[in-house]
Each structure stands twice: as C-alpha cells, then as structure tokens.
C-alpha cells in the first residue's frame, strides 16, 4: 500500500475546515440539548446518555487545559495534589488539544499554539546522560520530570513506553495540524524531528525485545516488554522508525509471551489490568486488521479488548470476594490510587489494601483490593458503548456527591474500606467509604481520547494516515481492513 503525507494541503479542504468551526462552535454551547458536532458515529443514545457523555469529555478535557503548565506545556501526574510532571500524561495532554478544538472546548488557534509550545520545548530540551542536567537521552524522556523546567525527577528511570505515548500525542497532532500557516507547519516539523530523533535501537539491550528504561546511576533497566500489555504501541512506534528502527522480529518475540485463557466465558489474550487493554487502542485502530497471532485465533485486538472489558464486568457482578458495591453499576479494576498499603478486619473479615496500584482481574492473574477507577469502565467505551454508558451513570448517580467534581470523575473509590485511620490519598467519608480526592493524567486522558474514537473516530482516522503508524504496524505482520485499502487520495 502507498502512504501520502500532506505537507500543503489543498486550499479547499483546509477551507472546509475553517468553515465548519462555525457548527463545531455552535454544538459546543447546545451540550444539554444533545447535539454534538458533525461526523458523529451512529449511536442509538438517548438525550440524556448523549449530554452525560458531553459533560463528562468536556469536563476530564478540561483537567489539560487548565493543569498543563502554561510555559513548557507539561501535564502534572495528578492535581490538585502538587505534583511533578508526567511525560506519558503529556502525550495523552498533545492527542487531547485537537479533539478540544473539534468539539468546540477551545479554538483551532489555541490548540495549536498549546501543542506547539509543548513541542517546541521537547526539541530544546537538553539532552544528555547527566543525571541532573537533563530531560533525557538518545531521543529518549525521563518517565517524571519537574513542571517548570522539564529536567529528572528525583532518581526516576528513562521511560521507553512514557516516550512512546508522548511520541504518538506528537504523531497525532502532526497529521491533524495540516494548516497551510508558519504554526500549524512548525507543529508537523517538530514532531518529526522528536520522533525521529528517538534511539529505539539503543533501547534494545537484549535485542530483539524492547527493554523498560535507563538510568544514569545503572544503565539499562534489567526487563524487556513481552507479552500482552501496553507495550503494543510501543514496539509498533519503534518497528516504524525511519531512523533507529528495530527487527520484525521484535513483535514476535513480543507476542510470544502471550496468555490465550478464558476468563468468566470470554477467551482472550490476558492482562489483568485494563490500562493494558486501552493504552495502545487511544491512539491506533485495531478494529479489522490482524497480526499472525490474532489471524490465529480468530479476532483482532479490538475484540480482544472488548472480551476483557465484559470479562472484568462478570467478575464485578461474580464479586468472589464479596468487596462492597461490585456489579452492574460499579467495575474496573486498572491502575490508579488506593487508600492505604495496609491489612485491616472489616465486618470480621480481613482484607488488605494498597495505594497506587496496578489492580486487575484476568485469568492470569487478580489484584483486587476492592478499589474501582471510573478511567477503567469510561476508557473502554469504544468497546462497549451500550455497557459502559449506563455503568458511569449509575456511578455518578451513587457516588456524585463524593466521586464526581470539576473535571469529571475522580480517580478511584473504594465503598469497602469504610475505616477510621489515616490514609495516603484522598479521603474516608463516613458510612460510604473512600474517595480519591485528585485526578490522574494518565488516567483522564483515555477518557477524553476513547469517547472521542466512538463518536467522530477522529484519533483513529487522523492516525491512519500517519507513515510511520502504518509502517510499524506493516512490518509488525498486521494486515486488512483499513492496512489494505489505498490512502493516496486527499
């Protein structure tokens, strides 16, 4: 197949757009009334589904706009907690700027001028291996960063899967930001020289396999990526480099470790927690295209994703351990915050508990203390559209008063842990439990993004079109659907 990338787009299609802000604009005020902007999916929701919907992206966007640092553009990890900046949430910040300016949140122009100030200061970050001077090495970004000046948090370790997530917000704003004006260019200079300026070779120190990171107090980091996780978007952004690419055969030893098991009737490729099951779909359609090992079984990794999420929903309404408040209107389990690293007796029975957490149910592995993340049920709305609606509205119909605030859901509650003691996060109300008093980038942003996917497909679309995408996932073994059919017309 033959990628295109436009670098001058044709004046009439860069007038269409001008001319439908008008309607983007419009939409944006009518949220109550149900309407949205154009080139929606079609889905039969209801008035009211379809203005819970609006708030709820509108509000987790504006956790972005407003958080970012307004000179280097980077995400803290969480607020209102004060914290450091966190590089993957700074990807999540770039892919969600563009929707915000489809859906009428923000101006094209504002967009544009936030994306760019972000980018501009990743190209003149410094660079170099002393622990101290630098926001990272060989193309490469610390996973924590200080807010304002972009350099090493703490002793934290060179993050490849972090760099890759800011590397596909940058890839996606490069393909949206098709403008013919000096901003709109500089957008789609910049993100390719970060992307090409990434070493994902050097990143391979047990090659073929990706490895998690570096350190200047110990060198490379002694664990690679393998088997089903969120690392799908990371290999698939490295086998696409047109610089520093690594082997096809990194994909299939990835894909080697996989766990094909059946978990509550639904057989798929295993990972308990659903961040691994979201991260890579935020950004890339898998919806109708097949590597070796899905062509296999019989389905793509959508599909996969969409068995895990109805999996981990059985297992709510299963409730094994009997945790408070699991079920229809209350599941998924993913990593975020938690209360306490502690073991405690509740209503004599002994359960222990944990802060942040990768929680998860699979059949592989469980890690359930009880503590439930809204991100986990709102990112797979793409999946199950029908299922998850109707489970964030019930969850903000039981828990507003403590779960649901100015940007949307907060990030975990846990009915269970209803214990008079001190805890790390957030907050015991009494009689109902633990809320989380703070929101996390990394999980707002695939809030933003996936309600985005299911109603325009706009980060999907907008990504096909990328050759460094299609590269990836053409030397990764994937084929047909959207891989097969020609992208050489404007």
Request: glycine share 10%; charged share 20%.
């Amino acid at each position: 197949m033959r990628y295109f990338k436009l670098q001058n787009p044709a004046s009439a299609r860069f007038l269409r757009r001008r001319s439908s802000l008008w309607l983007v604009l419009l939409c944006g005020w009518l949220l109550g009334a149900g309407c949205s902007p154009p080139k929606e999916a079609a889905f039969s929701f209801s008035a009211n589904e379809t203005a819970f919907i609006n708030e709820l992206q509108h509000r987790t966007f504006n956790f972005f706009w407003e958080q970012c640092d307004p000179v280097t553009g980077l995400t803290p990890d969480r607020a209102p907690t004060e914290s450091f900046a966190s590089i993957s949430a700074t990807g999540f910040a770039l892919t969600t700027y563009p929707i915000g300016a489809e859906r009428g949140y923000v101006t094209r122009e504002q967009a544009a001028e936030r994306v760019l100030r972000t980018l501009r200061f990743f190209a003149t970050a410094p660079m170099g291996e002393h622990p101290s001077e630098a926001a990272g090495t060989h193309g490469f970004f610390y996973h924590f960063v200080h807010l304002d000046t972009g350099l090493r948090f703490d002793k934290v370790e060179l993050s490849t899967i972090d760099t890759a997530q800011l590397m596909a917000g940058a890839l996606f704003c490069q393909e949206y930001f098709d403008g013919a004006d000096a901003r709109e260019d500089s957008i789609r200079t910049l993100a390719e020289q970060l992307y090409r300026a990434v070493d994902w070779q050097w990143a391979s120190p047990r090659a073929p396999m990706i490895g998690h990171g570096w350190g200047p107090e110990h060198g490379h980091l002694p664990y690679d990526y393998g088997g089903y996780n969120e690392a799908a978007l990371l290999y698939i952004m490295a086998l696409g480099s047109p610089t520093y690419p690594v082997e096809p055969e990194a994909w299939d030893t990835f894909t080697a470790g996989y766990r094909w098991e059946d978990f509550y009737g639904y057989e798929h490729i295993n990972f308990a927690p659903l961040f691994g099951h979201q991260f890579s779909h935020c950004w890339i359609d898998f919806r109708g295209i097949r590597d070796a090992y899905c062509r296999e079984k019989g389905i793509d990794y959508f599909e996969n994703s969409r068995r895990a999420a109805l999996g981990q929903r059985a297992y709510a309404i299963d409730n094994p351990s009997g945790f408070t408040g699991y079920g229809e209107r209350m599941w998924g389990l993913t990593a975020c915050d938690g209360p306490v690293h502690g073991t405690f007796e509740i209503d004599g029975v002994e359960r222990s508990f944990e802060t942040y957490w990768a929680r998860g149910a699979a059949a592989t592995e469980i890690r359930d203390d009880g503590t439930i993340c809204p991100s986990a049920s709102a990112a797979s709305i793409a999946f199950i559209p029908d299922v998850v609606v109707p489970t964030l509205m019930a969850l903000r119909e039981d828990h507003a008063a403590h779960l649901w605030s100015e940007y949307g859901f907060l990030d975990a509650l846990n009915p269970t842990f209803n214990v008079d003691v001190p805890v790390q996060h957030g907050r015991v109300v009494p009689g109902h439990g633990w809320y989380d008093t703070d929101y996390l980038g990394i999980d707002q942003g695939p809030i933003v993004i996936m309600i985005e996917n299911l109603r325009s497909e706009l980060v999907w679309k907008t990504l096909r079109r990328n050759p460094h995408i299609g590269r990836g996932l053409e030397r990764a073994g994937f084929t047909g659907g959207w891989l097969d059919e020609t992208t050489d017309q404007p």
